[in-house]
């Protein structure tokens, strides 16, 4: 029904790439264009090879960007190279009147922070031309805001608190390397904590808050409060939210690794001279530590991401625990990529999807938990991300 423009060859493009081929009665005609044609043609050679068209483009470039919409006439286009592209690829988007979709918010390459202000700010923008941008369709953010749609419609006259739980318990056998963009990845956990209470943000010191969450079909598991992008949309959609965090698992290995590194200034991104050349120690890290899109074939174990809500239904208390579990192998098995791209890449596919059909359709900038969120978990139980839900005591 659409041709479909994705940008950004990587691991979650290799999923949403796979994807899409496998609903081409959806897709129809599929391109993928990244900073460097090598990385689309690797992915291309594992698919059929009529499935997918590819391109070069700089999409840090809106006017090249603009003109490869308009040549191979995208009707859609689905953001995931680095969030640092958001903005010059959604106004490639205004300029050419296309949708837009994406799975992470911006931030700028020089400070380690991120937040919806600058994409919220187009809304005029995107609602004048009639198209919908739609944002954070991964998995956290996105899965998890419709978990808490979910929740918010069909268990909860008022949801209380709510906490978001990441657990990746896959293990790939290197000592460190993590398993998405590094330079992402680095500075999202070694930033300072922020939870949001009774009407404000509390800040922490990295990894300061901890506890221990008993994860379905992995175990207990040391959890830290970290800060993360769908809080800042949820606590304005979310009613009568009163307390809501975030919390990730890591293993006291990782931790040690990346306090050395922040010790050592490998996590600065800033540029330092070092023998007659600027470098930036983050970047120059990135080179060093395994590329995250080859850790698919190496990667064993469960992720485990969920919420627990808690409220008020008829006048009674209640708790209840949304969460989806996927195996990286079988994950790698499917599309040749471990399960942190799978399961951002197939909820990128999926709220695509639904907006081809015109089943989440509206004029402007929006989060995920602001359409049905119905429909998008029994996408998720079709497209290869079962959830279960579970009442808590
Ligand atoms: N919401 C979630 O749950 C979630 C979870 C994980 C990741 N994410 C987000 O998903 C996105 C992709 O992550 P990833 O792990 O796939 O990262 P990745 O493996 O580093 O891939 C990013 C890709 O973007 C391409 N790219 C970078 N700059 C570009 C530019 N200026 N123009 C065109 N292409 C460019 C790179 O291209 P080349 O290879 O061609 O150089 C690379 O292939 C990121 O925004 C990340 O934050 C979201």
């Known amino acids: 029904m659409a041709h479909v423009l994705i940008i950004g060859a990587g691991g979650v493009g290799r999923v949403v790439t796979h994807k899409c081929v496998m609903n081409k009665e ?6 993928l264009a990244s900073r460097r044609l090598s990385s689309c043609e690797t992915i291309a050679k594992e698919l059929p090879s009529d499935a997918v068209n590819i391109a070069q483009v700089d999409a840090d470039n809106t006017d090249e960007l603009a003109d490869l919409i308009t040549k191979i006439g995208a009707q859609l286009v689905i953001n995931v190279a680095l969030p640092y592209q958001d903005l010059t690829i959604m106004d490639a988007c205004l300029k050419t009147n296309t949708p837009y979709l994406d799975t992470a918010n911006y931030e700028h390459p020089d400070e380690a922070k991120f937040e919806y202000k600058e994409q919220w700010a187009k809304h005029e923008a995107f609602k004048e031309k009639g198209l919908l941008a739609l944002l954070g369709s991964g998995f956290d953010p996105g899965v998890t805001n419709v978990f808490c749609a979910y929740a918010q419609k069909h268990y909860f006259d008022e949801i209380h608190t709510i906490d978001i739980l990441d657990c990746n318990a896959g293990d790939h056998g290197y000592a460190f390397a993590t398993n998405f963009n590094p330079e992402i990845n680095l500075r999202e956990v070694s930033a300072n904590g922020r939870y949001w209470e009774e009407g404000k943000w509390i800040e922490t010191k990295p990894m300061e808050i901890k506890m221990v969450w008993d994860y379905p079909e992995v175990g207990p598991k040391d959890s830290y409060l970290l800060y993360h992008e769908e809080m800042e949309s949820l606590v304005k959609h979310i009613k009568g939210l009163k307390r809501i965090r975030f919390f990730m698992t890591f293993g006291e290995s990782y931790l040690t690794h990346m306090k050395c590194l922040e010790n050592v200034g490998m996590l600065g991104i800033k540029e330092v001279e070092h023998k007659g050349q600027k470098i930036v120690p983050m970047e120059f890290l990135r080179t060093l530590l395994p590329d995250p899109a080859t850790l698919g074939p190496r990667t064993k174990g469960l992720t485990n ?8 239904k008829d006048g009674q208390k209640k708790k209840i625990y949304i969460y ?4 990286h192998e079988k994950c790698y098995a499917e599309v040749k990529s471990q399960g942190v ?3 951002t890449g197939v909820p990128a596919m999926i709220g695509a999807k639904l907006m081809i059909e015109g089943k989440w359709s509206a004029k402007g ?3 995920m938990e602001e359409f049905d969120p119905d429909i998008f978990m029994d996408e998720l139980n079709k497209q290869g991300l079962p959830w279960q839900i579970k009442e808590l005591d």
């Open 305 to 312: 991401i969920g919420i627990v809500a808690e409220g008020i």
């Open 365 to 367: 900038v929006f989060n």
């Open 324 to 327: 989806q579990v996927s195996d």
């Open 26 to 31: 959806t897709f129809t005609k599929i391109t």
């Open 341 to 343: 791209s799978y399961t």
